[in-house]
């Protein structure tokens, strides 16, 4: 089992829609878990973090974990075409390990 | 704040040549992680690096690559006779400590091996 799973997509919403990614992890240890953006040809940023149960929300984004499943998903209210990009999952080992990142989901909005 | 610079963005080695990446973290940031990205595939993790110690090269392959973070200086991905195999985007982050922060990133050197 690969220590963090995503589907890899191609993940297709129209403009206004909510985009849900979801993410799965091995490692029951893991305390710190975060949610980048990558476009193509470019370097991944950091959107949103967790290390909680339960749903953090910024803006349009809201991420939800679930450790007792090992799952942490991230939702993108009013998809935009401007949020077509790969969203990689990466889950730090225990509190001190390095994030492990997961394949990447590509999100395509379509206007 | 400059944020975490790599160079070159690109370079271009022939098969059996040496290929040396740079990175200069963030300031304020003293770990220094780098990853490997091949087409179409996640971030493989390399390396972690404070200053003048590898702390994680678990990720490292055991032959040809070495890293370094001197007390002075960027810190460097070395990769010695460089096979097809090799050309990837490599990526480099900083963080200001080994805790709850997540990464930030650099641009990335994408190398291509001829």
């Known amino acids: 089992q690969k220590e963090v799973e995503q589907n890899s997509g191609p993940l297709s919403v129209p403009e206004g829609a909510i985009a849900s990614l979801n993410c799965t992890y091995s490692?029951?240890?893991?305390?710190?878990f975060f949610w980048y953006r990558q476009y193509s040809g470019k370097s991944p940023e950091l959107i949103m973090s967790i290390y909680s149960n339960g749903d953090k929300e910024d803006g349009r984004f809201t991420a939800q974990l679930n450790k007792a499943s090992q799952y942490v998903s991230l939702l993108i209210r009013d998809s935009q075409p401007s949020d077509s990009a790969t969203y990689l999952c990466a889950v730090r080992r225990g509190s001190q390990g390095n994030l492990i990142f997961g394949k990447g989901t590509k999100l395509s909005v379509k206007p | 704040n400059a944020g975490v610079m790599q160079n070159p963005r690109h370079l271009v080695r022939r098969r059996g040549q040496e290929a040396r990446l740079r990175c200069s973290p963030m300031k304020g940031h003293s770990h220094v992680y780098w990853y490997r990205q091949l087409p179409e595939e996640g971030l493989k993790f390399m390396v972690y690096?404070?200053?003048?110690?590898?702390?994680?090269e678990s990720g490292m392959p055991k032959e040809r690559f070495s890293a370094e973070f001197p007390k002075e200086g960027p810190s460097i991905l070395r990769i010695q006779q460089v096979v097809r195999g090799d050309s990837a985007a490599y990526f480099c982050a900083s963080s200001p400590s080994q805790g709850e922060d997540g990464y930030t990133f650099g641009s990335g050197t994408r190398l291509t091996v001829v």
């Open positions: 490692d029951r240890g893991s305390q710190s």
């Open positions: 690096l404070q200053k003048e110690n590898i702390i994680d």
